[in-house]
């Protein structure tokens, strides 16, 4: 998702992770991570993850939500939430709301899966995109575990 919104010709260069297990110490790795990511051109991309809310072990994709901040305005996108977008965008000084009706989470990912392999067609996402998204996966382990920036291309 982060590279749709980047745009193709913007690769992430640097990990940073850190992380912690004190909510859940017996599954024995890290139960809250935060990770940046530095793009090409510059732009920083923070993820947060965690087990640490209660009553949410079970629930997956119902406290996952992610903010846009660009130039021209702010994407917020809460599943948890119908509608589930709002585009904020600065009108001035009072910020304009613009409401985006979205499928529930997960809906349309799955569907379009399941009609590639029914239709035996192309998927939507390249290879290259997802060697790219498992690069990005194992510096962010890598950094965990060494507590260092990973620089992904030089």
């Known amino acids: 998702m982060i590279q749709w919104f980047l745009g193709s010709t913007d690769s992430i260069q640097t990990v940073y992770a850190i992380g ?5 110490p017996e599954i024995n790795t890290w139960d809250t991570v935060v990770i940046t990511l ?26 996952t939500w992610m903010v846009v901040y660009g ?9 948890s939430k119908q509608p589930a977008v709002k585009n904020t965008e600065l009108n001035g000084l009072e910020p304009t709301f613009e409401v985006i009706d979205q499928l529930p ?4 990912q799955v ?8 239709n035996n067609t192309e998927i939507p996402i390249s290879i ?9 996966a194992r510096a962010a382990l890598e950094s965990l575990k060494t507590g260092k920036v990973v620089k992904l291309f030089q």
């Open 38 to 63: 530095q793009s090409q051109s510059g732009v920083l991309i923070t993820i947060e993850a965690s087990w640490a809310e209660p009553d949410l072990r079970d629930q997956v994709g119902n406290n």
């Open 105 to 108: 989470f997960f809906v349309d």
């Open 20 to 24: 912690s297990n004190n909510v859940y």
């Open 128 to 136: 290259t995109d997802g060697i790219s998204s498992l690069k990005v």
């Open 71 to 79: 130039e021209e305005g702010t994407i917020r996108i809460d599943p």
């Open 111 to 118: 569907g379009t899966f399941a009609k590639t392999v029914l």
